[in-house]
């Protein structure tokens, strides 16, 4: 019997390699975009663990490359390490890098991967990319006619995202530029501080590259300002730009997805600044040391970074319990849908309240706009609160046992990454490798969604041809 050579052995291998690819993102498309999402954090690992990566240029040991790894990718913000002090020019390139391809989305960034490969946008590439404009695609089997985007809208969504990602960062660069030298920052620094802030401010990644964080700036309206347009934009989801750069400000089209968003999200804007402005207005270490101007700007800046931004200029340490609670919940909500944001996000907060208003009106039907809710979104919307309630609790009891410190703190910090917002009390940078490892799958569940998680765990949709009977137990 002859021997099989090398090359033949190694064509066999190739050959199975590239038929089980196939199989996995013919059969479950979410399954295939975990799959790129940890190769993407596996490799960003590996380039963060090289001498070359650390100013000292010694090597990063391997819970916190991988925790900058997933903080990265998953456009999160958090870290254990100094940002400022312990990554080098090439350190800095590869976060960089790493947080614009997590924030256009890993589905978003697989179907762009397919379409340069292949020169054109296939139905499987249309599916992974509409599964990133909505979660529910990614199931198998029907889905409601009144989808986010359509599958032949997929192509001209794919340039929104790329164009208006390099548009909205580009102008964002601009603006910052003059600041930075404004405020003392040597011409060659900011040229590559300002493309990083933007960046950061985009993708609601919320890294600064500075030692002392946003505090040079604190004063500086325009630079937060502009750091607040950024968080906004990266959080709205490219779904709802793609139906502003249409409708620009035709109301009346705009689809449901895009009135829930934008009223959600401006509501939890201003009332999480009224929150903030009557829990904190007379605690000496954050906004009691201000005037009433200084304190409603700065409300207002909080607000917005705890949906997803991540930058803050007081110490979440020294907030108020019941401040560290409400900036909890405004992370835990997040931002739109398909966005650079994380959390459980606003529309699906929206579709829970429109079902509770429903209900207590006695309406046979959710409904909003004229429009009637199907009842299969409002399941995946409680799904995905119960998923990520599960998680949260279940991190913050891990974590808090293994390091002893205040629930209140490691609950700021678990939220804080399953929202991949970024904030944190100062319990991340003191973690043990364990609990480390824990914060950083806390993080990569919520950035990669529960939604998304579900479809790849049941990735087959089985049909039921008969009807149980039905029986009510008691609820409430």
């Known amino acids: 019997m002859a021997r099989s050579t090398p090359a033949r052995s190694f064509s066999d291998v190739a050959r199975r390699t590239v038929r089980v690819a196939k199989t996995l993102t013919t059969s479950s498309p979410s399954r295939f975009a975990i799959v790129v999402f940890s190769a993407l954090i596996l490799i960003t690992t590996a380039l963060l663990s090289l001498p070359i990566a650390t100013t ?18 998953c456009v999160t913000g958090l870290s254990t390490v100094d940002m400022a002090t312990h990554w080098s020019g090439f350190g800095r390139a ?14 978003t960034l697989a179907s762009v991967m397919g379409l340069a490969i292949s020169k054109r946008l296939g139905l499987r590439a249309k599916l992974i990319a509409a599964g990133d404009t909505n979660p529910m695609r990614a199931h198998g089997g029907p889905v409601n006619e009144s989808q986010t985007v359509r599958l032949g809208e997929v192509g001209a969504l794919l340039r929104t995202v790329a164009i208006s990602a390099f ?23 900011a040229l ?14 919320g890294f600064t590259p500075n030692p002392g964080g946003l505090a040079p700036f604190a004063q500086n309206y325009y630079v937060l300002t502009v750091l607040m347009l950024g ?31 934008m009223i959600t999200t401006i509501v939890l804007f201003v009332v999480g600044a009224g929150v903030f402005l009557l829990l904190e207005f007379d605690n000496p270490k954050t906004f009691g040391s201000m005037d009433a101007a200084d304190t409603t700007f700065q409300a207002f800046f909080l607000s917005a970074m705890t949906r997803s931004g991540g930058f803050n200029v007081v110490d979440m340490g020294d907030l108020n319990g019941s401040s560290m609670l409400a900036a909890s919940m405004l992370m835990f909500v997040g931002g739109g849908s398909a966005s650079t944001a994380g959390g459980i996000k606003v529309t699906t907060l929206a579709v829970l309240a429109l079902a509770v208003v429903s209900e207590a009106k006695g309406r046979p039907s959710v409904q909003a706009f004229g429009r009637r809710i199907p009842s299969d979104v409002q399941r995946v919307a409680l799904s995905v609160v119960a998923w990520g309630s599960t998680i949260v609790a279940v991190s913050t009891i891990a974590i808090s046992q293994i390091t002893k410190f205040p629930v209140d703190e490691v609950l700021f910090d678990v939220v804080s990454a399953f929202g991949t917002v970024g904030l944190s009390t100062g319990v991340t940078g003191n973690l043990p490798d364990p ?41 409430g």
């Open 167 to 189: 548009a909205i960062e580009a102008g964002l660069m601009v603006l910052l530029y003059p600041a930075l030298l404004t405020a003392g920052v040597d011409p060659l620094t």
């Open 231 to 261: 968080v906004f934009l990266g959080s709205l989801g490219f779904p709802v730009i793609y139906t502003l750069a249409r409708q620009r400000w035709h109301v009346r089209r705009w689809s449901l997805h895009t009135k829930l968003t």
């Open 94 to 107: 590869v976060i960089f890098i790493g947080v614009n391809i997590g924030g256009l989305g890993v589905l």
């Open 435 to 475: 609990a480390t490892y824990i914060l950083a799958a806390t993080i990569f569940m919520g950035r990669v969604g529960t939604v998304t998680l579900a479809a790849a765990v049941a990735a087959t949709n089985r049909t039921q041809l008969y009807s149980l009977p039905v029986e009510r137990p008691i609820v």
């Open 192 to 205: 590559w501080e300002a493309p990083f802030y933007a960046a950061m401010a985009f993708t609601n990644t």
């Open 56 to 73: 000292d240029r010694t090597v990063t040991p391997l819970a916190d490359a991988l925790f900058t790894a997933v903080s990265t990718i």
